[in-house]
């Protein structure tokens, strides 16, 4: 399973919606739900689902997916 | 004021669909802009009086083509997105229950409120489609669900808005609404038990024009824009209902909070009256000043906030930053309308709620019903009679009642008036949680904690927060053989957002060998609270653990 896969199955656990298929444009405002408290659960369930930490300076970073999906890639080494 | 702007109900004709559409065109607003809708991706939408009136037509012989009749409940349950308003305003025409249900609530949420108030129709879009059927064969009343953006029909009961909007006329006689006829439909969320739905009628629309005129201090010619979401009342009465039921020209956002976005949107559209709510505009002081240097806000004319009390610290931000006073005003689901407020021609006294409205009735009232003297902290309650009162928690006269005392109707939330008449909020009488002006019911919370596997008792709290007002705290004890850890705490925080709401969805959480109860078994909440803030508990004599 590629990261974006993997990342794919969490955001469909998270927001609950097994039709979503993330991009690295996506933004808050093309996922439903995606609101500033479930973005919490979204970090947590990325965190432990690839076993990695975000400090607070990265969290501010992430503008779209691409650049959560490159943080996590960077993190995987 | 002038009863120039107060034009609702002419000829015996109540009907809140009618009057924000059709007279607005009798009046000579057919062309006029009714709203500017930008969407979450920029997107721009103009929609005239007229467009809304044919629009909204068509939703209500959409809605009769299917077999609904006065009385019957739809819902609708959808982001902001611009198809919200005409099919509101339509479902009203045709003299529908109309609910409006938050956009982020789980299927429990979902089902709790379908099922009470046995509604026979849902407009949602294909996303939260899910969450429905997951849940259809629990609500036997429901008939149809329609998507807005499917182009087909996906079954006889799961029908597309377009193909259906497609085939209807654009002519609808509303039939004449008697003030009394029921009208819009909000679930409230209590300390116990489910949420009930306040009921309302359509002679509301009386007490929403004067109050958007009297306290908006909205004028014919105004851009007014309520950053409210339909899902709370603040969103329907005045995000709809007021301001349209004059004439007046809204704006509307699809999108989520971007503080620069929102000057933006303030200067681009030259807004004149801003309707908004102390969480956002606490955000907003948290931004770096510079964000707001390069907007022209000289249209801004006149600045409200609902939803939770306003610090003194917002309206000195407000004073410096937009060279605004920021009126506070305070109402209810259950109130329909703004009733204690700050507003033009008062003196504001930063803290406090302000005075109620003409006609509005308040009193500090004891619990043994005497009403107190000045400066006395007792219940904030309002004489009954108002005409945006609800008529009923829909399916629970018994609990409707029980609201109602020594003549009273008991707001549920406590406060003082000081000796110039200004009431100031003190608290909540019960348990609930307020949280960015939405109520959570912390027994909701608590009933779906239990649903996780491992979770042997739970106690929910509502916390101050400087940014919130109140943050949800949740207190959990776990099963024999069970440990706490980060994987159960994620697996709880979505259990909640998936099933209730992400904004019932706990904060923090705490782990307790044992939750607090009476020897009634009740949740001694206020325990839990002053264990958490390190106050002393008081009486502790009932506590049975």
């Given amino acids: 399973m590629t990261t974006i896969e993997k990342l794919n199955g969490i955001f469909r656990t998270v927001f609950d919606n097994d039709e979503i298929n993330i991009q690295s444009e996506m933004t808050a405002n093309d996922v439903d739900g995606w609101d500033s408290l479930s973005h919490v659960n979204l970090i947590l369930a990325v965190e432990q689902g690839f076993g990695i930490r975000f400090n607070q300076k990265e969290l501010l970073t992430f503008k779209n997916v691409g650049d959560l999906l490159r943080s996590i890639e960077s993190k995987l080494g | ?545």
């Avoid at chain 2, 006829?181 to 909000?186: D, F, I, Q, R």
């Avoid at chain 2, 201090?217 to 824009?225: E, T």
């Avoid at chain 2, 409210?228 to 209902?241: F, P």
């Fill in chain 2, 1 to 545: 004021m002038t009863n120039e702007r107060l034009i609702p109900a002419q000829n015996g004709q109540f009907n809140i669909g009618h009057i924000c559409t059709r007279l607005q065109c009798d009046r000579g607003f057919a062309g006029k802009t009714a709203m500017h809708f930008l969407g979450a991706h920029g997107e721009r939408t103009e929609c005239t009086f007229g467009d809304l009136e044919r629009e909204s037509a068509r939703f209500a012989n959409v809605v009769r083509s299917l077999g609904f009749s006065a009385g019957d409940v739809l819902f609708i349950f959808l982001p902001k997105v611009s198809e919200v308003f005409p099919s509101f305003l339509g479902a009203l025409k045709a003299q529908l229950i109309t609910g409006t249900l938050f956009s982020n609530f789980g299927e429990e949420a979902l089902l709790d409120r379908l099922g009470d108030a046995g509604a026979k129709g849902v407009l949602t879009r294909k996303s939260y489609l899910k969450k429905l059927l997951r849940i259809r064969e629990r609500l036997p009343s429901l008939k149809f669900i329609i998507l807005t953006d499917a182009a087909e029909h996906q079954a006889a009961d799961i029908l597309s808005l377009p193909a259906l909007m497609q085939q209807a006329s654009t002519e609808f006689e509303t039939p004449l609404t008697p003030a009394e006829v029921p009208s819009v439909l909000h679930y409230t969320s209590g300390s116990t038990g489910k949420p009930k739905g306040a009921l309302h009628r359509h002679r509301s629309v009386l007490l929403q024009n004067r109050t958007a005129t009297e306290v908006l201090d909205l004028r014919p010619d105004d851009i007014f824009w309520c950053t409210a979401d339909h899902g709370w009342v603040t969103g329907t009465s005045y995000g709809i209902i007021g301001p349209w039921s004059m004439g007046v020209t809204q704006v509307h956002f699809g999108g989520a909070y971007d503080a620069a976005k929102w000057f933006e949107i303030l200067e681009q559209f030259g807004v004149t009256v801003w309707y908004t709510a102390p969480t956002a505009l606490r955000m907003l002081m948290r931004e770096d000043p510079a964000t707001f240097a390069r907007f022209n806000l000289g249209k801004l004319r006149h600045i409200c906030s609902v939803g939770e009390p306003l610090n003194p610290e917002v309206i000195s931000w407000g004073r410096k930053v937009l060279g605004k006073d920021i009126y506070d005003t305070w109402f209810q689901t259950e109130t329909g309308a703004i009733m204690i407020t700050n507003r033009p021609g008062l003196t504001i006294k930063p803290g406090s709620m302000g005075k109620p409205l003409s006609g509005i009735e308040a009193a500090i009232v004891s619990d043994d019903g005497k009403v107190l003297s000045d400066n006395e902290q007792g219940n904030l309650c309002l004489r009954p009679g108002w005409d945006s009162m609800f008529v009923s928690y829909f399916h629970h006269e018994d609990v409707y009642r029980q609201k109602f005392k020594h003549g009273w109707y008991m707001t549920g939330d406590t406060g003082y008036r000081d000796s110039e008449g200004y009431y100031w909020f003190m608290g909540r009488s019960d348990d609930v949680i307020n949280t960015a002006g939405h109520l959570v019911s912390p027994f909701e919370v608590e009933s779906a904690l239990l649903e996780v596997e491992g979770i042997a008792e739970s106690g929910v709290i509502g916390v101050p927060d400087e940014l919130l007002w109140e943050n949800v705290v949740a207190f959990v004890a776990l099963r024999k053989g069970y440990e706490w850890n980060s994987g159960l705490e994620l697996k709880l925080r979505l259990h909640i957002s998936n099933r209730v709401s992400t904004t019932a969805t706990p904060q923090e959480f705490r782990v307790l060998d044992n939750i607090p109860k009476n020897k009634s078994g009740k949740i001694m909440r206020r325990v839990l609270k002053a264990r958490y803030l390190g106050k002393d508990a008081g009486d502790v004599s009932t506590l049975d653990i």
